[in-house]
């Protein structure tokens, strides 16, 4: 990021001179448990009888709902909750289809709406909006009290809030709408180049049946096909109920970030504000390590690996080429990409030493 120095984290074994697959659930545990034992029981101790909220916060495509999901796999989703603040959104959106239900929104909003404008044309804001238009901010604390109430006590995750620039301040007394009074909080501030970002556009891929979506460079499925006609080449989906179906590029997806280069500047805008904030501890996660420095930092396995194939028209199969991912950071530094286990490892590191000092 430019401007603002994420610094690095060694997560480099001493100990270990094997690998790890990362993308396989039961070596991961191994790789979790090598890396961030200690910090994980620290962290679990902590977890026993202290909640906390953490705010994810980083620009469009930086892997957010992937962090929350491994540090939901390595803690126990009964004990953290990954909370999309866009999902939760959108559900009210499909419950206000039910009359019922709506009936119910609209008696916790009376009680809990505070704003600048009326409550009934906050809820038509909600009801006629679309995408490209933001709800008041004062409608949107309330939806999200009203979602977390119902999650029960847990530890939070939230990825989404703040979603412009005047809602920092809010989301600083956040806690004290929904009665987390006691918590600690905590801005997790991702960076990750644009270029990644592009990259991740221009080549993913969705199965039309499922809508799992992988991709084509940095995320391949088990089987790729290739048309010879267009001279292309195609992944299958994974999941055994799709029968091998080609996935297909979003239209638009080749244009990368050029659609939303304004939004990815207003994140930036917002990472800064943060990070300049006084009194909320911050974990400060970088996905990239500079090609000169990495070999003191990371082990190989947990640099991002990119994939090329090639057709054997002998063999009437495709071939599958890999090689390590490098990119350009908004510095124009060369650097690897790291897998988000990797990333995760410096996450819990930060964490735990944040609880170490609040324990003190």
């Known amino acids: 990021m430019q401007d603002l120095e994420f610094p690095l984290l060694k997560i480099k074994s001493d100990k270990h001179s094997g690998t790890f697959n990362l993308s396989d659930p039961e070596q991961r545990k191994k790789y979790f448990d090598l890396k961030v034992g200690k910090e994980i029981k620290e962290i679990q101790d902590f977890l026993k009888d202290h909640t906390f909220i953490a705010y994810l916060m980083g620009k469009k495509g930086a892997g957010k709902g992937t962090y929350a999901k491994l540090v939901q796999e390595i803690f126990g989703s009964d004990k953290i909750a990954h909370f999309s603040v866009g999902d939760a959104v959108?559900?009210?959106?499909?419950?206000?289809?039910?009359?019922?239900?709506?009936?119910?929104?609209?008696?916790?909003?009376?009680?809990?709406?505070?704003?600048?404008?009326?409550?009934?044309?906050?809820?038509?804001?909600?009801?006629?909006?679309?995408?490209?238009?933001?709800?008041?901010?004062?409608?949107?604390?309330?939806?999200?009290?009203?979602?977390?109430?119902?999650?029960?006590?847990?530890?939070?995750?939230?990825?989404?809030?703040?979603?412009?620039?005047?809602?920092?301040?809010?989301?600083?007394?956040?806690?004290?709408?929904?009665?987390?009074?006691?918590?600690?909080?905590?801005?997790?501030?991702?960076?990750?180049?644009?270029?990644?970002?592009?990259?991740?556009?221009?080549?993913?891929?969705?199965?039309p049946h499922c809508h799992t979506s992988r991709n084509l460079r940095l995320l391949p499925t088990k089987n790729v096909g290739y048309d010879k006609e267009k001279k292309t080449f195609y992944l299958m989906c994974d999941n055994p109920e799709c029968n091998n179906a080609k996935m297909f590029a979003k239209e638009?997806?080749?244009?990368?970030?050029?659609?939303?280069?304004?939004?990815?500047?207003?994140?930036?805008?917002?990472?800064?504000?943060?990070?300049?904030?006084?009194?909320?501890?911050?974990?400060?996660?970088?996905?990239?390590?500079?090609?000169?420095?990495?070999?003191?930092?990371?082990?190989?396995?947990?640099?991002?690996?990119e994939y090329s194939f090639q057709w054997n028209e002998e063999k009437g199969k495709v071939k599958i080429n890999k090689k390590q991912f490098t990119v350009l950071d908004d510095n124009g530094k060369t650097c690897y990409s790291l897998l988000a286990?990797?990333?995760v490892v410096s996450l819990v590191k930060q964490l735990a030493s944040i609880f170490n000092l609040l324990d003190k």
């Open 341 to 343: 286990p990797a990333t």
């Open 90 to 207: 959108r559900e009210i959106e499909q419950e206000f289809l039910d009359p019922e239900r709506k009936a119910t929104i609209f008696k916790f909003l009376e009680k809990n709406y505070r704003g600048f404008i009326s409550l009934e044309k906050a809820i038509s804001a909600l009801e006629n909006r679309s995408t490209k238009t933001l709800l008041p901010t004062e409608m949107i604390l309330a939806l999200v009290k009203m979602k977390i109430a119902e999650m029960g006590k847990k530890t939070l995750l939230i990825d989404g809030f703040p979603r412009n620039l005047d809602q920092i301040s809010h989301s600083l007394f956040f806690r004290e709408l929904i009665d987390y009074r006691g918590d600690p909080d905590i801005f997790i501030l991702i960076d990750i180049p644009e270029s990644i970002i592009n990259e991740r556009i221009k080549t993913r891929v969705v199965c």
């Open 252 to 305: 638009g997806d080749e244009l990368g970030i050029e659609p939303i280069k304004k939004r990815l500047a207003l994140d930036e805008d917002l990472l800064k504000m943060a990070h300049n904030l006084y009194g909320i501890p911050k974990v400060l996660l970088r996905n990239h390590v500079p090609v000169e420095e990495v070999n003191d930092y990371v082990d190989d396995y947990e640099i991002t690996p």
